[in-house]
């Protein structure tokens, strides 16, 4: 696993209206799915053996700075926010660096669909950051072995 996670994201600087009923839940749900994916990635970087230990933490520090800034634009628009749990059910055991690759996949994936959902609620001014957004946990999934996807965060419009 040589990929990293491309550049943090960055504050919103894009002009727009304040985000309506359905983008204001799904920045919550993408704020939940980064949240367990912080936890995640601390599995991931513990389980994922020297050779990519240094790419587990980068993408758990990407995932934090994420989650951070989701928060802040959910309270900036005067949104409730839930706090993080203190854990989480993991989909499956992992003990093993196959295991810790897997997750990984599965964080990115999972995200990516979170994304997807966001980029069909968002105002037209913050769908391209969006789709970035998806396109990013696309690219990551990938590095940590997942099967290319014509439609990623869309798992729906593949054909079986």
Excluded: N
């Excluded at 990519?52 to 928060?71: E, F, I, P």
């Amino acid at each position: 696993m040589t990929t990293t996670p491309t550049s943090p994201p960055t504050g919103d600087s894009r002009p727009g209206p304040r985000p309506a009923p359905p983008e204001l839940a799904a920045l919550a749900d993408v704020l939940a799915g980064e949240q367990a994916a912080v936890y995640a990635y601390g599995v991931v970087g513990g389980q994922a053996g020297p050779e990519h230990r240094k790419a587990a933490m980068a993408g758990l520090s990407a995932h934090a700075l994420q989650r951070d800034l989701l928060a802040a634009r959910l309270s900036t628009a005067g949104a409730p926010q839930l706090a993080a749990p203190p854990g989480y059910t993991l989909p499956f055991g992992v003990s093993s660096v196959a295991d810790a690759r897997r997750l990984a996949v599965h964080v990115e994936l999972t995200l990516a669909a979170r994304y997807a959902d966001l980029v069909g609620a968002a105002v037209p001014a913050r769908r391209d950051e969006a789709a970035g957004w998806l396109a990013r946990c696309a690219v990551q999934a990938r590095g940590w072995g997942a099967t290319p996807q014509p439609f990623p965060g869309l798992p729906e419009r593949v054909s079986p």
